[in-house]
């Protein structure tokens, strides 16, 4: 079985302001990790994710995502954000072999002017 | 393409109503989901369907039930409505359940209220 921790609920920033949004996991065999955004009223869509290879992994929006093995982290960040960041976050993971994507409870990040 | 399709995007109920959530999906995959989403929680697993003819509880199944009506179809049914079933409803796909590197793909949701 697997778990997610979101370990802040809510994330203000001014514009232009650096961001870093946490997600720790708990897992018993190797992961797949995903990071999901969700923009008011929509549904949620994919934001950047990790399966093998290079640790840091990056979105065409920016955004960059860092596995940590040994922490169990897989943290998002961006250096520069934008009034059009405000949506929701949510971390999620899933076996690489079985078992269901497992969300986290999700980050506000609301950018202000 | 259209994607992950779910009817109808609002719905309010009285308590003690039925009512069917629809979802369809166009991407000829294999495994479909149903969450709700309430706030502070997450989203949280109602039920899943692995394959077409096979499906499964999740973490929160009490009072739904669902069906896959064929590959491209999966419907949540609520027997009889109650307030704490008040939520946002998801309907998502995946190629397959377990080691789904493609991730899922959700559609734009159900707001339900039940008064």
């Known amino acids: 079985a697997q778990s997610v921790t979101q370990l802040d609920s809510q994330v203000p920033v001014f514009e232009e302001a650096p961001v870093e949004l946490r997600c720790n996991y708990s897992s018993s065999v190797s992961v797949y990790l995903f990071w999901y955004v969700q923009y008011p009223n929509q549904g949620l869509q994919l934001l950047l994710k990790y399966l093998s290879g290079s640790t840091l992994v990056e979105s065409i929006n920016g955004f960059e995502a860092e596995f940590n093995k040994s922490q169990t982290s897989f943290h998002l960040r961006k250096p520069s954000v934008h009034i059009s960041d405000t949506a929701e976050y949510f971390c999620?993971?899933?076996?690489?072999?079985?078992?269901?994507?497992?969300f986290g409870q999700g980050t506000i990040l609301t950018v202000h002017p | 393409n259209a994607g992950v399709t779910q009817t109808p995007k609002f719905q309010v109920l009285k308590t003690g109503q039925s009512m069917t959530l629809q979802c369809a999906q166009d991407m000829n995959h294999n495994s479909m989901y149903w969450y709700r989403q309430d706030p502070g929680m997450g989203l949280r697993l109602i039920y899943y369907s692995a394959s077409e003819g096979t499906t499964d509880k999740g973490e929160v199944p009490n009072g739904y039930n669902v069906s896959r009506l064929n590959k491209r179809e999966f419907s949540l049914r609520l027997e009889s409505a109650a307030p704490s079933q008040t939520s946002v409803y998801f309907c998502a796909s995946s190629l397959r359940t377990g080691g789904e590197s493609y991730g899922y793909t959700f559609g734009s949701g159900t707001r339900l209220t039940v008064v």
């Open positions: 999620a993971v899933s076996g690489i072999s079985y078992g269901k994507l497992t």
